[in-house]
């Protein structure tokens, strides 16, 4: 079975209902938790409070409002169960809940295999990959550098849309990193523009080897709604994705807000386009380093259980 199946038949993607005809980003969100009610402390990282009780779900009356956020709230993997999860399953500045698939997160060798123009030049091997993809001058090659610990395995740019392939990066010898061009760089031409949606999305639809999509989306900004329409896209075609929340460290002065507060109404509004099983999302800074850990931990999870 192909791993896209086998990662929906386990709820590891989630369901999209229909998209709206268009975004509200001004709209005001309503107040969204990102802790365990009863199991997590007030105190933790990021917590805010939700009527839990207001939240779609499907669920009988007799389950717990614990047990109700688990399951639509957090991203619960294989091999846990939802009643069982505790506070320090949880990773912080996260949704993401650590079970026994998790492993050796550690990177010691990285090294680059090629650069491809079409998703049918890609190499052809069975070694499981992740696509880093994200808006131009989200952050994604800093990213992909503080991951490996190595200056320019991908190449920094400030000039946006530097990246024009799809380059694919070797780790360990067992995984590959793809880093995929960025979209949604004003001064490429419609044509430029065009290609990139169309070899990309080819690469999605095609690639059986993919474990998932890390989209990156900028916290030190307000939602935009390229990013949300390209998640929408993803989930639509069940991919299965991890949001990466990029420059959790750029503190907002004066009327600017705080990337945990971008971070939640990014949420709010892709929330309206997704029934139930919120999709996992973590916090990261390329420059404090912060995310960094946990977000190779949770990689090693989904790579684990597509390699069982």
């Not at 993803?234 to 945990?260: A, E």
Request: charged residues 25%.
């Amino acid at each position: 079975m192909l791993l896209r199946n086998r990662l929906h038949s386990l709820q590891f993607v989630s369901l999209l209902s229909p998209p709206s005809s268009s975004y509200s980003i001004s709209a005001k969100p309503q107040p969204f938790i990102l802790s365990l009610r009863n199991n997590i402390s007030s105190s933790a990282r990021w917590n805010h409070s939700q009527d839990i009780s207001a939240s779609k779900t499907t669920e009988s009356p007799s389950v717990s409002d614990t047990t109700r956020f688990v399951r639509n709230v957090l991203f619960v993997p294989p091999g846990v169960d939802p009643d069982e999860v505790t506070e320090d399953m949880v990773l912080p500045g996260s949704n993401i809940v650590i079970g026994p698939y998790a492993g050796d997160a550690k990177i010691k060798q990285v090294e680059f295999v090629k650069s491809s123009g079409r998703a049918k030049d890609c190499p052809k091997d069975d070694r499981p990959e992740f696509a880093i993809l994200g808006r131009s001058n989200v952050g994604k090659s800093s990213l992909i550098n503080s991951l490996v610990r190595k200056k320019e395995v991908a190449l920094t740019s400030k000039k946006p849309g530097k990246t024009q392939l799809i380059n694919h990066f070797l780790v360990n010898k067992s995984w590959y990193m793809v880093d995929l061009p960025g979209y949604g760089f004003a001064k490429a031409s419609e044509a430029a523009r065009m290609d990139w949606s169309s070899f990309t999305k080819g690469y999605f639809l095609n690639r059986n080897t993919l474990v998932a999509v890390l989209l990156l989306v900028d916290a030190s900004v307000p939602p935009q709604k390229i990013d949300l329409d390209c998640a929408n896209w993803l989930g639509r075609n069940n991919i299965p994705l991890t949001f990466v929340f990029t420059k959790c460290d750029k503190m907002k002065g004066g009327k600017g807000k705080r990337p945990d507060e971008n971070v939640r109404d990014f949420q709010e509004l892709i929330r309206e386009n997704y029934e139930q099983h919120f999709p996992p999302w973590i916090m990261t800074s390329s420059v404090s380093g912060f995310g960094r850990d946990e977000l190779l931990l949770h990689m090693s999870q989904l790579r684990n259980y597509w390699d069982q």
